[in-house]
């Protein structure tokens, strides 16, 4: 039982699944789904789309230059059955396995190391350019907060952050709230938020 990859995306492809195209020149084709088919009748290029394996090897996602995958390619040559050959080579291939998952995690590692930083460096831009758009407080409220600030010793940045926090929990989604008031079986009375739908 041999498991092919698919020619399109390079997904393995099991026997009896998929579909295979035998073209002219003798040349035959397997693909894993008639998603990839499709794609390859209608001549699109596979490094160009981002679901390929293809695509992810040529943007550096994927391990190209590894000992281990060289173990992979496909060999036609007869070998004539041995039992310990057989036993030996299902151990290595389970070895080959792990290494190249660990090679992978630490290839995987690299590729991602410094992302939290780029992506913060994104956000502070975003941030820097929008700036119009962020919650603002009106100038009573800022007086306010001031006085308070006096009062009580504390810093106003830090009311001015807690304020907005606050502000920002208290959005109403759809329309004004009402309070409904729910009566219990034993007599005493709850308070309860409705969201008015009108």
């Known amino acids: 039982m041999r498991i092919e990859d ?3 995306c390079g997904r393995p492809t099991y026997p009896s699944k998929g579909i295979t ?3 002219l020149d003798g040349k035959s ?3 894993c789904r ?3 088919h499709a794609n390859f009748k209608k001549k699109r290029n596979p490094r160009k789309l981002k679901w390929t394996k293809a695509y992810r090897r040529n943007a550096g996602k994927e391990m190209v230059v590894d000992s281990t995958l060289l173990f992979n390619a496909r060999r036609n040559e007869p070998v004539r059955y041995n039992r310990e050959l057989v036993a030996k080579t299902l151990v290595a291939m389970q070895r080959i396995s792990e290494i190249r998952s660990r090679r992978e995690r630490v290839f995987y590692k690299k590729r991602m190391a410094g992302r939290r930083e780029r992506e913060l460096a994104t956000a502070r831009k975003l941030v820097a350019e929008n ?3 962020l919650p603002r407080m009106r100038g009573s409220e800022k007086r306010r907060l001031a006085e308070l600030a006096a009062e009580q010793g504390v810093d106003v940045d830090e009311l001015e ?3 907005l926090q606050t502000a920002k929990n208290d959005v109403k989604l759809f329309g004004g709230e009402k309070r409904r008031l ?3 079986t034993d007599g005493s009375l709850e308070e309860e938020n409705a969201m008015d739908m009108d």
Do not use: D, I, P, T
């Open 6 to 8: 698919c020619c399109y």
């Open 21 to 23: 195209f035998n073209r």
């Open 29 to 31: 084709f397997r693909f």
């Open 34 to 36: 008639s998603k990839c």
């Open 131 to 133: 700036q119009h758009l």
């Open 161 to 163: 952050a807690e304020h």
């Open 182 to 184: 729910k009566v219990r």
